[in-house]
Nanobody
């Protein structure tokens, strides 16, 4: 069992950057594949990025490829999402998720409460 808590969201101008963190407590973080998802008002939750348990493999949604970077520090039980060149369409609540596979939302066992990211034009 693992608990996930996101932080680092906020208001930023278009073109700016933010770094989200997801702190995990409990056992097993270092053995779990992890992902970031987001949900904008009135839209379904969508996949953003994925990283394997070892950090050796990553995968991104086309909409964020080249702008966002997912990483993890297993010694600190923390997942990160570095977001650069932000666009107004990146505005959403961002969630970290654990013990799942790639973009398959339903495969994830653990979810954080979310952190709001707002990008102004």
């Amino acid at each position: 069992q693992v608990q996930l808590v996101e932080s680092g969201g906020g208001l930023v101008q278009a073109g700016g950057s933010l770094r989200l963190s997801c702190a995990a407590s409990g056992r097993g973080f270092s053995t779990y594949n992890m992902g970031w998802f987001r949900q904008a008002p009135g839209k379904e939750r969508e996949f953003v990025a994925f990283i394997k348990w070892s950090g050796g493999s990553t995968y991104y949604a086309d909409s964020v490829k080249g702008r966002f970077t997912i990483s993890r520090d297993n010694a600190k039980n923390t997942l990160y999402l570095q977001m650069n060149s932000l666009k107004p369409e990146d505005t959403a609540v961002y969630y970290c998720a654990g013990a799942g596979n790639y973009a398959n939302t339903g495969s994830y066992s653990y979810w954080g409460q979310g952190t709001q990211v707002t990008v102004s034009s």
